[in-house]
C-alpha cells in the first residue's frame, strides 16, 4: 500500500527527471540528471518522516527501491544495493 509521502523518480518526455509523489498530477521538482532527482527526492523524504523511494530506469521500467529511514524497511538485511 503506497503512502502519501512516497515518491518516484521517473524520466519525461523532455528528457528531463520528474521528482514526485505517487499518483500525484505535477513534479514537485524537475531535474536535468537522474541524480540530481533522487538526491533530491531522498532530502524531501528525510524531512518528511520517512516513506519509499521508487527510481525508475530511462526505459520506464522500476530499477530500484528504497526505504528512507525512519520507514519500515519489510526486508533490511537482503537489501545490499543502499
Do not use: C, F
Amino acid at each position: 500500500m503506497s503512502k502519501d509521502r512516497d515518491r518516484m523518480i521517473s524520466k519525461r518526455p523532455d528528457g528531463t527527471w520528474a521528482n514526485e509523489r505517487n499518483y500525484a498530477d505535477r513534479a514537485s521538482s524537475v531535474h536535468r540528471t537522474q541524480q540530481e532527482a533522487i538526491r533530491s527526492a531522498k532530502q524531501m523524504l528525510i524531512n518528511q518522516g520517512g516513506g519509499e523511494l521508487t527510481v525508475k530506469g530511462r526505459d520506464g521500467l522500476i530499477r530500484s527501491k528504497d526505504t528512507i529511514a525512519p520507514g519500515n524497511d519489510p526486508n533490511p538485511p537482503k537489501d545490499k544495493e543502499h
